[in-house]
């Protein structure tokens, strides 16, 4: 609550802020037109631009927008507070753009500008920037709307018009700088000279060339100086140097000097005709022969070199200063250089699309060219000689692609045995099964549209048949109009059709037949006519029924019989039937004595059932009853109780049936008399006399025991039993008097037959039981069931099949001698519809084969290689002035001419070759015409025989020639050897194995062709002994690979092995079902399955534990226990057992006693005893009772009938009642008691309610020979009385409570697919043409996955065995000679090296260098290494001259690194890099050395690699060592950051290498000031961290905050903290004269009371209460006792 003057002064605050606003509001409207500035707070605001609009399209459009006036503040004001002069406009002219603006119009995109980084961008300027992978960056581009035919800039607003106009910047990264990184130096090498000054040289190598703006890469070459010691003699200063060779040329004089020839030949004399024709033929003869081509003109020249003689500093000096020596070459035959000349282009090729299909890609055209002329010498190589681009053809004038779909045949019939386990196969029989099943069928590739593309076809040869007799063109096919004939489509490849695949199995459903149920048997009915139509026959049939409980499979006619007759006498077809006896009634209404009783009768017919009394007219009803109504002093019996059934069906001389019925004393006469007068009564006037003296009896006297039972004969009929037997249907045959369904359809389908109705027909005998078949009059003709029924023909199905595929193609194989080898070619075609109810037959041949049509010549072509051509010398008018040379011999060039030829000889175009042929030989060498100073020699022979293998030696020899056998230098056998000794061959081969052992593979002949293709893993072929194969390798006694056939060797070792199969889990077989568990209604009862063997080797897996019935498999169904199946039944009451006997009245209290028996019931009532358990016992009748005996003259009472039902509801308001009647009348003076009797009904009492109680489902029921599918559950009803107890479902019925459950579902259960593999494909080529790891592999895909409990997929999809090892032969170069430059010492020269064939086991490894073989075991390899074609078995050289500095080769490209920063994630690509380092020989040539070169190309996947410095002391040295290190462990110059090591003088050692690190005096890393040390865990400094320090405010510092700064060393002064202000102080506890400060005191203090507040709190925190008894006791009652749950062990 506010106080009043504060609300007072409230209010007057409240006024004068809105007198304070008004004021300011009047204020400021004074001041609205301008600022403090004297400005206008007003200005004109416009918005976007509208939409350009106008009548046509173009520039004479108009848009417009909206303008308005604004203030600063962003509101909206009148138009007149804004300058008028300064209003924009609000309209202008436009483009009008339109749709077909598109194709004119179109945006162009500039190139991207470099990229800038963003720091730059930001501020105009570099900043300063630490690059740790990359630099973010921004870079530009122009973007403008231009007009696409003129290239004119147009407005951006046409473009965006149609697409949003596209981005003008984009990120960037710009890369980091990278050095040039090279590898550490090599060795030095010896010095340049053996005397005087040289020079040592060291080189290293470039790692990853300078990218990004990176220092370039530093020297590769290091120098030093070298002296080995003095020179004795004269140095040499000159050297003879070699130059290089001129490019060939044709002598200028060639053509004038032939010329020239010519004429003097002409001039010198004709010679005769026959000489001149005889020389034109042989020139014709031998340029036949030579056979040259045109692809090639080999013309010889020459070329020349210089020989000069240089000084040791590279400068050239006269001739004569080099020393005497044999002069090199200087003039050589060479080819002349002639580029590669090619033929214009071809016309394009047809389209290889030649249909149209847009789902399909594009197709292709190329064209060729031919060489004119190839390259020889080092004339240029041709291009490229095909060239290929994408094409499409015009839709309208193309017909559609070929489609191809899958198809598929029918599917076969469902089999169930499939889906059998090994446990199911062996003990079941596989006839009768039903259920879940699994179907197959074959799929295959058709061309979908093949009938659409034979008919446009068709018309197209038509149309063009048209035209060709001018006949009008239809432009579109009459589709329309065309009809097709569906058939079966023709099968093609596989390979045809995409997509998935269509499934070959699905599971499928056998109907389970469901045999009949019958009822049992009824009672027999009474003696009635066959037919009541006409009763002549004097003799009749009694028949008993039964009936069919349950809807069996075909109907009620595959049941068993359901009459049964006997015969008997006088039948009637109605008769009486007695429902009971009144009262007996005395004659002339005395009180007792004799009377009768009328028998109560009901007509009724044969069958039992009431019918109209007039039908039993002509039967007589039963006469009345002689009774005896009792008087007062009489005996009193019982009435008779029902008659128990017949204790025989039938009677025979042996056996009768019997029935028995009794009564009891229910009160005793009054006097009875001694025996001894009875006797004499009864011998004066006999037995029947006894009762005319009731004086002398006092009464009617009680009948002996033997009387209270009588017994009758029943079933008196003879045990002859007649019922007709019927046989099962017979097929259903064709009914000649019905016409068929379809006779007036048309268009059948092909191969279906008409359909009719047909007629089935079956035995039928009159049988008598336990005898056999009688005539058919002994059964009656009601009865009678049909013989005859009609039935419905199934359609007749003919088998269709498709067209045979197309004949494979014909394989073109050849054998070693260039023959055809004979092949045969296969067509196949597939069963779609089997054939079934006579229909026609498939026919048998489903393949066909046939021999191919063996090519005329094998294809393949090879070089003809004609004779070397005279060796062809430079023109002496060239060398005649050369030292040394003669007119007639020297070194010169030969050529051949090259020919194409096929296997058969026959020549073709060298095209052919060069596409197809092995490289091409060579068409020119060196050769020598030897001079008269040579030494000339015949060829070598061939090496003489060999005695034995691996024993002795073989020679080849060679002789002079001429006047070489006089000359001395030719004797020289070092130089010129005659002969040539080699080692025998050895024929000793060693065989070993090599390899892994392959997959176990059963043999090709044991696999079993299952159904259409389809195999269940698991087959007796799928398992059991199979090989398994090892490759084997043979080496000659050299080592070398040799085929294995040397070894006698078909190349495998074979071993046995056995592949496991799989076994199935095993269960027990079912137990017997349990008792039901109610006694009365609706239970369940269970049966189960244990199991009895795991499964293994992939076999079927087991069912899940069950844990609450612990058994692997269960069932549970529901049962109906009968209520009334077994009953109690009562015999008669015995006789009275009266205690305190009244010897005259025998009377008085007594005991009656009676046996109860629980008995089955049956239709007929009980009839057998059973155990008593099986009873209700609460329903148990009483079997003795206490009352008292009536007395003479007292009222007999019969005994109490039931109790009437209490109506509901159970209310005690109710009552029911019960009642008696009066047997025997009292005397006069006494009374009956009463002859009701009541009482109130009470609930769970005497009264009940009823409800019906719906069990729980089953599990899925299965026929008994079903494995899987298709079930059914069931649960049923139970009629439960209010006190919870299963009474007979009558009670509920009765009450006709509402029953809304369904009592049947359907259900399923999952059937076991086994895994279906496909069959084993055939076996791959080998992985490798040659070599030891070669294998074979072959596949098979999961056709069907298994489901359910079926066998898992455990089997291999693929196999895998060892090819057999062959060698691998290839050519391979030998390594370079040295730089050769004849018999100079330096200058221009060649190296060699040679090619040739090895042989090595295709390991690839660095070691495979493989072994020298023939080289005719490469014959068959094309002339390549390693890919090139090109072969080059020399190259130029320069081999440097004493003292020149040079360049040395290449090196190796170094390995691929990837340009990256590995913390940030960055990747700039990869790269290789080679290099040329400087070799230099002379101290005073250094000026002249060529600069080092290196060169780099891109590559992929090189690895990232890290850079560090590293460090280490030099022996007898306190300085360390710091160099940088690559991530690998290569030492290298640059990749580290540019930062210089700390040089530590100290001697720290370890060094200091923590950055704000320093060794001290003591030989310790410390940290500097302001840096605390953080040590390692083993004592060595790992880092400097930063101390925080408070900082104080003074009390003239206005900052009240507290900050954090870099600490210093408190030990210094103050003037030797450059940088610190006199308000910053530190926290020390001691002062100045080195006491403790009076706040250290005080912050202690604070900290001790502070210590015992948190020991306190904590004590009374953690103290436990203490708790009263109530609540343990209550926490106590809450304890749960410890049980133990068994989960049940699934491996039982």
């Known amino acids: 609550m506010e106080p009043t003057g504060w609300r007072r002064r409230g209010g007057s605050w409240h006024l004068l802020v809105s007198l304070l606003l008004l004021l300011g509001c009047v204020f400021r409207r004074d001041l609205a037109q301008t600022d403090d500035g004297g400005k206008s707070v007003y200005f004109w605001e416009t918005g976007p631009w509208g939409r350009c609009m106008g009548s046509d399209c173009g520039p004479g459009g108009s848009q417009s927008r909206a303008v308005w006036c604004a203030h600063v503040e962003g509101w909206t004001t009148l138009h007149t507070n804004c300058d ?19 194709d004119l119009y179109d945006w162009r995109l500039g190139p991207w500008n470099s990229c800038v980084s963003v720091s730059s961008r930001a501020s105009g300027a570099p900043q300063p920037f630490t690059c740790s992978g990359g630099e973010e960056g921004i870079q530009t581009r122009e973007v403008g709307c231009t007009l696409k035919s003129e290239s004119s800039p147009a407005e951006n607003a046409i473009c965006e018009y149609f697409e949003p106009q596209p981005r003008l910047e984009q990120a960037c990264l710009i890369p980091c700088p990278q050095d040039c990184v090279v590898s550490d130096y090599s060795p030095w090498t010896s010095c340049s000279k053996t005397c005087g000054t040289g020079l040592r040289n060291r080189v290293r190598s470039v790692l990853v060339p300078p990218l990004f703006g990176g220092s370039i890469c530093p020297n590769l070459t290091e120098f030093q100086s070298c002296k080995p010691g003095p020179c004795t003699g004269p140095e040499g200063m000159y050297s003879l140097r070699v130059g290089a060779w001129t490019p060939c040329v044709l002598p200028q004089t060639r053509t004038t000097r032939q010329a020239k020839r010519r004429k003097g030949k002409g001039q010198g004399g004709a010679k005769d005709p026959e000489t001149r024709e005889l020389i034109q033929k042989k020139r014709t003869r031998n340029r036949l022969n030579r056979q040259e081509s045109s692809s090639w003109d080999v013309q010889v020249g020459y070329q020349t070199r210089d020989v000069t003689c240089v000084h040791r500093n590279s400068s050239g000096v006269p001739r004569n200063l080099c020393t005497p020596r044999e002069t090199p070459l200087t003039i050589q035959s060479c080819v002349l250089p002639r580029d590669c000349q090619l033929s214009d282009w071809s016309d394009w090729s047809s389209c290889s699309k030649a249909c149209s299909d847009s789902d399909s890609p594009g197709g292709r055209r190329e064209r060729r060219r031919r060489v004119l002329q190839w390259p020889t010498g080092e004339g240029a190589e041709c291009p490229i000689l095909e060239e290929r681009e994408p094409c499409e053809l015009q839709a309208d004038a193309v017909m559609p692609c070929a489609v191809y779909a899958w198809r598929t045949t029918e599917w076969s019939d469902c089999r169930v045995d499939l889906l059998l386990g090994q446990q199911d196969r062996r003990r079941t029989n596989l006839t009768g099964l039903c259920g879940g099943g699994l179907q197959t069928r074959e ?13 446009l076809s068709d018309f197209q040869e038509k149309d063009k048949a048209g035209q060709t007799q001018r006949q009008p063109k239809s432009s579109v096919p009459p589709l329309l109009s065309v009809s097709f004939h569906i058939t079966a489509t023709r099968p093609v490849e596989n390979r045809l059709c995409g997509g998935p695949v269509p499934n070959r199995s699905q599971l499928c459903q056998v109907a389970c037949p469901v045999e009949c149920q019958v009822s049992p048997w009824g009672a027999w009915g009474p003696c009635t006519f066959e037919s009541c139509n006409d009763q002549s026959a004097k003799k009749g049939f009694k028949l008993r029924r039964r009936k069919i409980t349950n809807e069996p499979t075909g109907g009620p006619a595959n049941c068993p019989h359901l009459v049964e007759a006997l015969p008997c006498d006088q039948p009637a077809c109605y008769g009486w039937r007695q429902v009971g006896l009144d009262r007996c009634v005395t004659a002339d209404q005395k009180p007792c004595g004799p009377g009768t009783q009328l028998v109560r009768v009901q007509c009724v017919n044969s069958d039992r059932e009431p019918a109209d009394e007039s039908l039993c007219s002509s039967a007589p009803p039963p006469d009345p009853v002689a009774c005896q109504v009792p008087c007062s002093r009489d005996c009193v019996l019982s009435d008779w109780t029902v008659w128990s059934i017949c204790s025989q069906t039938c009677s025979s001389k042996t056996v009768e049936g019997k029935q028995m019925r009794t009564r009891s004393i229910l009160a005793y006469n009054a006097g009875e008399v001694t025996a001894m007068v009875v006797a004499w009564i009864t011998v004066m006037e006999g037995l ?9 009896l006092g009464g009617a006297v009680c009948p002996n025991s033997s009387s209270l039972q009588e017994v009758r004969n029943c079933n008196e009929h003879a045990c002859t039993v007649y019922h007709w037997q019927t046989g099962p249907w017979g097929p259903c045959t064709e009914d000649p008097s019905s016409a068929p369904l379809n006779s007036n359809s048309t268009g059948a389908v092909v191969g279906f037959g008409s359909c009719y109705k047909g007629v089935q027909t079956r035995k039928l005998m009159c049988v008598r039981v336990n005898v056999g078949q009688v005539p058919p009059k002994k059964c009656p003709d009601g009865p009678r069931p049909s013989t005859v029924r009609p039935c419905q023909l199934p359609c007749k199905k003919d088998c269709i099949m498709t067209p045979f595929s197309e004949w494979t193609s014909c394989p073109v194989a050849c054998d070693a001698a260039g023959n055809a080898v004979k092949s045969k070619q296969y067509r196949k ?16 041949a489903l393949e066909e084969e046939r021999d191919c049509q063996p090519p005329q010549t094998c294809p393949g072509f090879r070089w003809k290689t004609h004779k070397w051509r005279k060796c062809q010398l430079v023109p002496w008018f060239l060398r005649q002035d050369r030292p040394g040379a003669q007119e007639n011999c020297g070194p010169g060039l030969q050529t051949r001419a090259l020919s194409c030829r096929q296997p058969d000889g026959t020549q073709v175009d060298v095209a052919e070759c060069l596409q197809l042929a092995r490289s091409m030989p060579a068409l020119t060498q060196r050769c020598q015409l030897p001079c008269q100073d040579d030494c000339q020699l015949t060829n070598w022979s061939k090496f003489s025989s060999c005695s034995a293998d691996c024993v002795g030696v073989r020679t080849r020899k060679r002789a002079l020639i001429g006047r070489s056998k006089k000359k001395d230098k030719c004797k020289n056998t070092q130089m010129y050897p005659l002969s040539e000794t080699q080692y025998c061959p050895c024929d000793k081969y060693n065989a070993q194995p090599v390899g892994n052992w392959s997959d176990c593979i059963l043999p090709e002949g044991a696999r079993a062709e299952s159904t259409l293709g389809l195999k269940v893993t698991g087959d007796v072929k799928e398992c059991g002994q199979g090989y398994r194969y090892q490759a084997m390798v043979c080496y000659d006694q050299d080592g070398r690979l040799v085929e294995t056939a040397r070894c006698n060797s078909h190349g495998y070792i074979e071993e046995a092995c056995i592949i ?8 027990s077989e079912w137990s017997n079902w349990s008792r039901c568990s109610k006694s009365c209604g609706s239970g369940v009862k269970v049966r189960s399955k244990w199991l009895r063997e795991k499964p293994y080797n992939g076999g079927r897996p087991c069912p899940k534990l069950d844990h609450v019935n612990q058994a692997q498999v269960y069932e549970v169904v529901p049962c109906q226990s009968d209520c009334n199946q077994y009953v109690w039944v009562a015999e008669p009451w015995s006789v009275w057992k009266v205690s305190n006997v009244d010897l005259k009245e025998n009377c008085g209290e007594g005991v009656q006693t009676r046996k109860v028996r629980c008995m089955l019931n049956t239709i007929d009532g009980p009839s057998e005893a059973v155990e008593d358990y099986l009873c209700d016992p609460e329903e148990m009748p009483l079997g003795a009772r206490e009352s008292r005996l009536p007395c003479p003259e007292d009222c007999v009472l019969n005994d109490w009938g039931p109790w009437s039902r209490c109506r509901l509801p ?14 025997r009348s009292p005397s006069a003076g006494r009374l009956c008691p009463d002859t009701t009797e009541e009482e109130p009904c009470g609930l769970n009492l005497n009264c009940f309610n009823y409800f019906y109680n719906i069990t729980d489902w089953s599990t899925c029921q299965l026929s008994p020979n079903a494995v899987c599918g298709r079930g059914i559950k069931t649960r049923m009803l139970d009629c439960v009385r209010s006190d919870g107890k299963s009474v007979d479902i009558k009670f509920c019925e009765e009450l006709n409570l509402e029953k809304k459950w369904q009592m049947n579902i359907s259900c399923v259960v999952e059937c076991p697919v086994n895994c279906q593999l496909s069959e084993w494909s055939s ?18 895909s999961v056709v069907q996955a298994s489901q359910g409990d079926g066998r898992p997929c455990s089997s291999p999809t693929e196999q895998w065995k060892p090819c057999p090892v062959r060698p691998c032969y290839r050519w391979q170069y030998s390594a370079w000679s040295e730089c050769r430059v004849e018999s100079v010492v330096c200058g221009h020269g060649t190296r060699y090296r040679n090619l040739t064939c090895v042989v090595s086991d295709g390991g690839g490894g660095e070691q495979d260098n493989g072994g020298q073989v023939d080289e005719e075991l490469c014959g068959g390899l094309e002339l390549s290494v390693n890919g090139d074609k090109r072969i080059r078995l020399k190259e130029a050289c320069t081999l440097p001259c004493p003292g020149e500095c040079y360049l040395m080769e290449w090196s190796d490209w170094s390995a691929c690194i990837s340009i990256c920063v590995k913390e940030a994630g960055v990747d700039f690509g990869s790269v290789r890099v080679r290099s040329r380092a400087v070799l230099a020989q002379e101290p005073e040539n250094l000026q002249l050395c060529p600069d080092q070169a290196w060169e780099s190309r891109p590559c992929t996947g090189g690895e990232c690699f890290q850079y560090k410095w590293l460090s280490s002391f030099r022996p007898n040295s306190s300085r360390p060592l710091f160099w940088c290190q690559r991530s690998d462990g290569l030492n290298v110059s640059g990749g580290c950051l540019p930062v210089t090591p700390v040089m530590d003088d100290s001697g720290c050692d370890p060094p200091c290498v923590p950055p704000t690190s320093y060794c001290s005096e003591a030989g310790l890393c410390m940290c500097e000031e302001g840096y605390t040390e953080v040590l390692s865990a083993g004592g060595l400094l790992d880092q400097c961290a930063p101390i925080p320090v408070l900082e104080i405010p003074t009390a003239g510092d206005k900052k009240g905050d507290v900050k954090t700064s870099r600490a210093v060393n408190p030990t210094l002064t103050a003037t030797a903290q450059p940088g610190r202000s006199g308000r910053t102080w530190y926290l020390q506890p001691y002062g100045p004269d080195g006491k403790l400060k009076i706040w250290v005191y005080g912050v202690a203090a604070g900290a001790f009371v502070l210590f015992i ?11 436990k209460p203490k708790r009263p008894e109530r609540a343990r006791q209550q926490q106590n009652s809450r304890l749960k006792p410890l049980t133990l749950a068994y989960d049940g062990d699934t491996d039982m």
């Open 443 to 455: 799929v295959y590739c058709v061309q979908a549209n093949a009938e659409l593309l034979k008919y």
């Open 1653 to 1663: 507040f948190i020991v306190s709190m904590t004590y009374l925190a953690c103290k």
């Open 84 to 102: 008028q002069s300064l209003r924009p406009s609000n309209q202008r002219n436009c483009f009008r753009v339109c749709d077909w603006h598109k």
């Open 1210 to 1223: 159970c209310t005690r308001s109710n009552g029911r009642i019960r009642a008696a009647y009066t047997l």
């Open 829 to 844: 075609r597939l069963v779609i519809q089997a054939p079934s109810n006579r229909g026609q037959d498939c026919p048998e």
């Open 1323 to 1340: 076996w791959s080529e080998c992985s490798q043409t040659c070599g030891l790891d070669g294998k074979m592999w072959r596949q098979r």
């Open 688 to 696: 029947s006399r006894v009762p005319k003296f009731p004086e002398l």
């Open 1060 to 1067: 496991p199969c799989p076994s199935d889990c095993k269960l």
